[in-house]
């Protein structure tokens, strides 16, 4: 199989970042031996994502955004949105729609957190409150 060019590649990580054509998941950026993380996070600014910590997505309980956690030559595609433990008690929260065997989420970032997530906060869409594992 042949290394994909720059330009098909950015094509590629464009249609990760908008949902189409390629499952947004987990997605290694080396390619041909090559880290090309700069180029996804260039795609991603381009397609609305920009750098954000969790606490700083302005979004309410109910409601979700869709964000990529990028590190160490992989970008995991999940959501912010509020958890909720009980009536009095929600956390807000970056989980991956990757999964540990036990359900977890792969990659879960905590509004306390001062990592840095990558979302699209002009997509925020209504979610079931109590269900979150069917985002």
């Not at 390619?31 to 920009?50: C, K, N, Q, V």
């Not at 009980?86 to 001062?114: I, M, Y």
């Not at 990592?115 to 269900?131: E, F, G, N």
Request: aromatic share 10%.
């Amino acid at each position: 199989m042949r290394d994909l060019t720059t330009e098909e590649l950015a094509e590629v990580f464009r249609e990760i970042a908008a949902g189409t054509a390629v499952k947004r998941s987990r997605h290694e950026l080396i390619s041909g031996g090559i880290d090309r993380t700069d180029l996804f996070l260039r795609i991603l600014a381009e397609s609305g994502f920009h750098p954000v910590t969790v606490e700083a997505v302005g979004i309410r309980p109910g409601e979700r955004t869709p964000a990529f956690h990028v590190q160490n030559g992989t970008a995991l595609f999940g959501w912010v949105f509020w958890e909720k433990f009980s009536q009095l008690r929600l956390r807000k929260l970056f989980g991956t729609v990757v999964r540990k065997p036990n359900g977890d989420w792969l990659v879960q970032v905590p509004a306390h957190s001062t990592a840095v997530i990558y979302a699209d906060t002009s997509q925020i869409l209504p979610m079931d409150i109590d269900r979150p594992f069917e985002l």
